[in-house]
């Protein structure tokens, strides 16, 4: 057993008061920033969240803390029963009957639905969060924790960097600042089953950022074609579907997103942890992009997340 594992164990024992209890990682919940583990405790399935290599470095916990606790307010997150804003220990209510959106189908139309139901209610929250995501502040924070483990970047990375930047200043006019999640993968979506409730969870990136940030990310992460893409911005944005400058956005936040997310891969990487394949699909995709969208501003948005 690691120092990490051993953390949570005695965590754990502290927590519910029980000397005696082991900690169990051999029903794997999913994760990557995180490992979670689902345990049965006293009778009752919880989530056990164990903090992945480096996280104390890449993450604000005491951020995720207070926007974990608003989004319980608005009804749209799982039961927090702990947090721990030093180790990032979390342990929480598992969702009877759940699946994610991704074990379901996230094209569906109920995913689809829910999906956007739910980032309008976080979109609309009457509470700010606490902190402002920057995307581009975070690239800069993964940038260093790769120097300082003596990694590489990509030989093209400083000039593609800059190009997309340039881009997105001669694209996009303005960005709104409004409570937004900023990891809206299709597993961080949940469907009880039986009472069809969904939940959004795991809110250690959200943050005060743009709202077509999360609508962005959930097509990439989901790869939806076209029809799917459609009917996501008619339960989004309304019949009208998303304004010209919407899409100018969420085309390039789905490259910022490629572009950040394999950067952070290479921070794991480095950090001796299995992520190349991850990393190079990203970045690849993000140079594939960045060479259509220079050539044509107005590409599909299905295309742009083909791998």
């Known amino acids: 057993m690691n120092t990490r594992e051993q953390l949570v164990q005695s965590t754990l024992r502290e927590v519910f008061h029980d000397p005696t209890i082991l900690y169990d990682k051999s029903h794997f919940a999913g994760g990557l920033t995180n490992y ?15 903090p992945g290599v480096m996280t104390e470095q890449m993450l604000n916990r005491p951020a995720e803390h207070a926007n974990n606790v608003i989004a319980s307010e608005l009804g749209i997150n799982s039961v927090c029963v702990y947090f721990d804003e030093h180790s990032g220990i979390k342990i ?18 109920e995913c689809l639905r829910n999906v956007a139901a739910l980032l309008k209610t ?4 009457p509470k700010p969060f606490s902190n402002t995501f920057d995307w581009t502040a975070e690239l800069r924070k993964y940038e260093h924790l790769i120097q300082g483990l003596d990694g590489q970047l990509f030989s093209d990375h400083p000039y593609l960097k800059e190009h997309l930047f340039h881009f997105i200043e001669r694209t996009v006019s303005s960005f709104e600042s409004i409570p937004c999640h900023n990891d809206t993968v299709p597993e961080n979506f949940l469907m009880d089953t039986v009472t069809r409730q969904p939940y959004l969870i795991d809110w ?9 940030w999360d609508i962005a990310m959930y097509i990439g992460e989901s790869r939806l074609a076209g029809p799917a893409i459609t009917e996501f911005f008619s339960y989004y944005f309304g019949s009208a579907g998303a304004s010209r400058q919407e899409m100018a956005k969420i ?3 789905i490259m910022a997103q490629d572009l950040l997310w394999s950067i952070w891969a290479l921070v794991r990487h480095y950090s001796g942890e299995d992520f190349l394949d991850y990393c190079y699909n990203r970045y690849n995709r993000f140079r594939r992009n960045l060479k259509a969208l220079t050539q044509d501003p107005d590409s599909s948005v299905a295309s742009m997340v083909k791998w």
């Open 204 to 212: 250690e990136y959200s943050g005060m950022n743009d709202p077509t």
């Open 36 to 50: 979670n583990y689902i345990m049965r405790i006293r009778g009752k399935l919880y989530i056990i969240r164990e």
């Open 122 to 125: 976080t979109h609309a929250s």
């Open 251 to 253: 085309r390039c936040f």
């Open 92 to 109: 929480s209510e598992y969702v009877e009957h759940s699946h994610t959106f991704a074990a379901l189908d996230p094209s569906s139309s």
